[in-house]
Each structure stands twice: as C-alpha cells, then as structure tokens.
C-alpha cells in the first residue's frame, strides 16, 4: 500500500554531513506519519526523528540528534528528508524511513508505530 525508497547515505568523516531522501508511493502522501530510524550491528533499531501528518506537520527528535538534525517533508515530491549535521562514528548506522496512516497511541519514535518500511540506507561516520 505504502512503498519507501531511502537514498543519500554514504560515508563522511566525523563532524560531516549528509542529507536522506525518501520517496514514497501508493497512497495521499499529505496522510503519512512518518519517521527515521536508525541500527547499527548488534543493536536495537532506534527512533530519530518523526514528524506528523501535513494538517499538523509536529516533529519529534531523539535527545541525541536534536539541534544537529533536521526532519522535513515535501509534498510536491513527495518525499521526507533528513538533514544531518556534525555526524559522530557513533551515529553509524544502517537508516530507515517508515511510515503509517493511522492515527496510533503510540510515541512517534516507536518503532512498531510504522507499519511500512524502506530498505535502509547506510550512514558510515568515520573518526
């Protein structure tokens, strides 16, 4: 119903930056709660950065990543972006992009919030 494709990771040095794009398709893109979520090897995929329906257009960011990252949407091309700023190695990971179209009880960083998942794109951050 819903499909996500992820695109612009790639590898930077610590304190780089780097911008993801996520299209989408199959449905009004104004309806979508979406997020980015990131894991890393041996680790808990872990919320990043949300942001609501178009009506309302609220984001919501992980304590680490505020004030370095930027959650935004495009109607137009219908896409998400995240803009990252003065990445760390630690930040290492492979990133997704998902998306719901129901309205949940959930924390918008919950990862079973999103029903629809993209294929991830790898952010690599070298020290």
């Known amino acids: 119903q819903v499909q996500l494709v992820e695109s612009g990771g790639g590898s930077v040095q610590a304190g780089g930056s780097l911008r993801l794009s996520c299209a989408a398709s199959g449905s009004p893109y104004s309806t979508y709660y979406m997020g980015w979520f990131r894991q890393a090897p041996g680790k808990e995929r872990e919320g990043v950065a949300a942001i609501q329906r178009e009506l309302h257009g609220i984001t919501t960011y992980a304590d680490t990543v505020k004030d370095r990252f930027t959650i935004s949407r495009d109607s137009a091309k219908n896409t998400l972006y995240l803009q990252m700023y003065s990445l760390k190695p630690e930040e290492t990971a492979m990133y997704y992009c998902?998306?719901?179209?129901?309205?949940?009880?959930?924390?918008?960083?919950?990862?079973?919030?999103?029903?629809?998942w993209g294929q991830g794109t790898q952010v690599t951050v070298s020290s």
């Open positions: 998902a998306a719901d179209l129901r309205v949940l009880s959930l924390p918008a960083l919950a990862a079973t919030r999103y029903a629809y």
